[in-house]
C-alpha cells in the first residue's frame, strides 16, 4: 500500500497511542542481551528547532507527525540515551553525551550514572557512534580534562579523519561551526588513548561497527551478538515516528543527505529481517523496541 496521508496519520495515530510523548527519565533501563548486561542512561535532551526535522513533507504532513509525536511548537525535546554495556570484567560505555558546553537540558550522564549507583571510574572502555556534540562533548570537563582518563577509547578512523581534515570545514552551515572546533577539542584530549577501528571490524569482542554513514562521514552504529542481535543504531532512526514512516525524508542534521537516506533503509531492513532489538540515542527514553514493516514503510515498536 503506497504512503498517503491517510494511512500515515493511521500509522502515527496508533503509535503514539503506545506511548507517551516525549519520556525523559533518570532512572537507568536495565537488561540482558546474551552475554551482555546493558542499562541505559539519560544523558538529558535537546532542545532542536521542529524545522530542521522534515523539509521535505509538504506541511499538512508535517503538522499531522509532530501533533501524533507531542512535537506542536517552534522547538522539541529531543532525548539522549546513552548505553553501558558490562562485558566480563569491562564496563564499555557508547558515546558519552554532551558535557557542560553544548545545552543546559543535557550532559546529566554524569549524575544519572552516580544516582544510579554506577562508579564512572569503573568505565574502561569507550566506543564512539560519531563526533557530534551530544555523542562526543562529554569526553572532557569544563578546564577540557578528560572524564575518563583511565578508560580506552574507540573511534571509527574514517569518522576522526573527516573531524580533522579540511572537509569539516568545506561549506559547513553556520549552525554547526562550533560542532567542528567542539570535536577537535575533545579528539585531542583523547589522542593518546585512542583505538582506531573501521567498518566491519570486531570492535570488542562480540561487539562489532556497522558502517552507516550519511549523518556524519563515518558514522557507525554497533551491532551486539548474541540472540537475534541487538544494534545500538546511534543517529541512524533519530525520530520516533519520522525516521521509520519516511526514511527517505532528509532531516537537516544529516551531513551528507542522499548516503544517510540509504543508511536508514538499509538499517531498517536488517533491524525487520534480522528481528534484531534496537536502542535509539534519540528515541523516547529508554529507546529499546523493535521495527516492523508498516504501510510499505516501517514502524518502530518500543518494548517498554
Ligand atoms: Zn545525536
Given at each position: 500500500m503506497p504512503l498517503?496521508?491517510?494511512?500515515?496519520?493511521?500509522?502515527?495515530?496508533?503509535?503514539?497511542?503506545?506511548?507517551s510523548w516525549p519520556a525523559f527519565a533518570a532512572a537507568p533501563h536495565a537488561f540482558k542481551h546474551g552475554a551482555f548486561e546493558i542499562t541505559v542512561v539519560s544523558d538529558g535532551h535537546l532542545v532542536l528547532p521542529t524545522a530542521f526535522l522534515a523539509p521535505d513533507a509538504t506541511p499538512e504532513q508535517r503538522a499531522a507527525l509532530l501533533k501524533s509525536a507531542g512535537q506542536t511548537g517552534e522547538t522539541y525535546d529531543s532525548p539522549t540515551n546513552i548505553t553501558l554495556i558490562r562485558a566480563g570484567s569491562d564496563l564499555i560505555l557508547i558515546d558519552m553525551g554532551s558535557g557542560d558546553r553544548f545545552m543546559p537540558t543535557a550532559g546529566k550522564l554524569w549524575d544519572n550514572l552516580k544516582s544510579a549507583g554506577i562508579d564512572k571510574s569503573k568505565i574502561t572502555k569507550v566506543i564512539f557512534t560519531h563526533g557530534h556534540p551530544d555523542h562526543l562533548w562529554g569526553a572532557v570537563d569544563d578546564l577540557d580534562d578528560m572524564t575518563l582518563p583511565n578508560a580506552t577509547f574507540y573511534v571509527a578512523a574514517t569518522e576522526w579523519d573527516f573531524w580533522q581534515g579540511d572537509d569539516a570545514t568545506r561549506g559547513l552551515p553556520a549552525e554547526r561551526a562550533g560542532f567542528v572546533t567542539g570535536a577537535r577539542r575533545n579528539y585531542a584530549a583523547l589522542?593518546?588513548?585512542?583505538?582506531?577501528?573501521?567498518?566491519?571490524?570486531?570492535?570488542?569482542s562480540g561487539i562489532h561497527a556497522v558502517g552507516t554513514p550519511g549523518h556524519t562521514q563515518g558514522h557507525v552504529a554497533l551491532a551486539l551478538s548474541?540472540?537475534?542481535?541487538?544494534?545500538?543504531?546511534?543517529?541512524?532512526?533519530?525520530?520516533?515516528?519520522?525516521s521509520f514512516a519516511h526514511p527517505e525524508w532528509r532531516p537537516l542534521a544529516d551531513h551528507v543527505p542522499e548516503q544517510a537516506v540509504a543508511t536508514r533503509k538499509m538499517l531498517l531492513g536488517?533491524?525487520?529481517?534480522?528481528?534484531?532489538?534496537?536502542?535509539?540515542?534519540?528515541?523516547?527514553y529508554p529507546g529499546t523496541g523493535f521495527v516492523e514493516r508498516k504501510d510499505g514503510a516501517y514502524r518502530f515498536v518500543a518494548d517498554s
Open positions: 498517503t496521508r491517510r494511512t500515515l496519520l493511521a500509522a502515527t495515530a496508533a503509535t503514539a497511542a503506545a506511548h589522542k593518546d588513548r585512542v583505538k582506531m577501528f573501521k567498518a566491519g571490524d570486531e570492535v570488542l548474541g540472540g537475534d542481535g541487538l544494534i545500538i543504531g546511534g543517529d541512524v532512526l533519530t525520530h520516533p515516528l519520522i536488517r533491524l525487520v529481517a534480522d528481528r534484531s532489538k534496537l536502542i535509539g540515542f534519540h528515541l523516547p
